[in-house]
């Protein structure tokens, strides 16, 4: 489809793993954003980035987590050493251009750490 | 933090107007106010956005105080598929482009 597309929709792992999730956004939107959103709460910002570069990543939590876009499209959220509080949905957006209005949003990538 | 404050839950009734209120009393000159809504296991939906002037879509109309210190969402005709929750976020036009969410409004249309 068109819209913007987030692997895995569900992963599982166990405290102190490695993590990837993955976002293809729309094609020719330069803004893309990474959020999560744990059960209850609104999306939390996390980065998002202007072309490859991180625009903004004020909302990263702490070092454990760490946002790519080499190509100035797909890019990767990778978290370390995962532990349980991590567990959330991860979402990703896209837009034209980080001054441009809407934002599109994927389903979300759903983390579970046991 | 959020910039916004809104009621954490209302009810409407099929075929009846909703109208969600926000609360955005530090918005400043360059900051626009935007509505997102979140059906329950999807991601967060594009309704509208504003400045200053009132805005109308296919979707709904967003009413904008002439202090704009406040904003109100307009579903004209509520339908069983407009239950979500519902964001109003204030995003800027300098410096960062983020969009903060805050805990939106829980809207409940009732059959």
């Known amino acids: 489809g068109a819209g913007v597309s987030q692997t895995p929709s569900n992963k599982v792992t166990e405290k102190g793993k490695y993590v990837e999730l993955r976002c293809d956004p729309i094609s020719g939107h330069t803004a893309l954003y990474w959020y999560r959103q744990s059960l209850g709460q609104g999306p939390e910002f996390l980065i998002y980035?202007?072309?490859?570069?991180?625009?903004?990543d004020s909302g990263l939590p702490n070092d454990r987590f760490f946002a790519v876009r080499p190509e100035g499209s797909v890019s990767t959220l990778k978290i370390q050493r995962t532990e349980r509080g991590d567990s959330a949905v991860y979402l990703c957006?896209?837009?034209?251009?980080?001054?441009?209005?809407?934002?599109?949003f994927g389903e979300g990538s759903r983390l579970t750490v046991l | 933090d959020a910039k916004t404050t809104q009621p954490p839950s209302m009810d409407c009734a099929e075929g009846r107007a909703a109208n969600l209120p926000c609360n955005h009393s530090?918005?400043?000159?360059?900051?626009?106010v935007y509505w997102y809504r979140q059906i329950h296991s999807q991601g967060p939906q594009y309704i509208i956005h504003?400045?200053?002037n009132n805005e109308t879509n296919e979707m709904a109309s967003l009413i904008i105080t002439e202090d704009r210190k406040s904003s109100t969402l307009i579903l004209p005709h509520a339908t069983l598929r407009d239950t979500a929750v519902y964001y109003c976020?204030?995003?800027?036009?300098?410096?960062?482009?983020?969009?903060?969410f805050g805990t939106g409004t829980r809207l409940k249309v009732l059959a």
């Open positions: 976020i204030v995003r800027g036009t300098s410096g960062t482009y983020k969009y903060i």
């Open positions: 980035f202007q072309g490859t570069g991180a625009a903004d």
């Open positions: 957006a896209s837009n034209l251009g980080q001054n441009t209005g809407e934002l599109f």
């Open positions: 504003g400045l200053k």
């Open positions: 530090t918005i400043s000159g360059n900051e626009y």
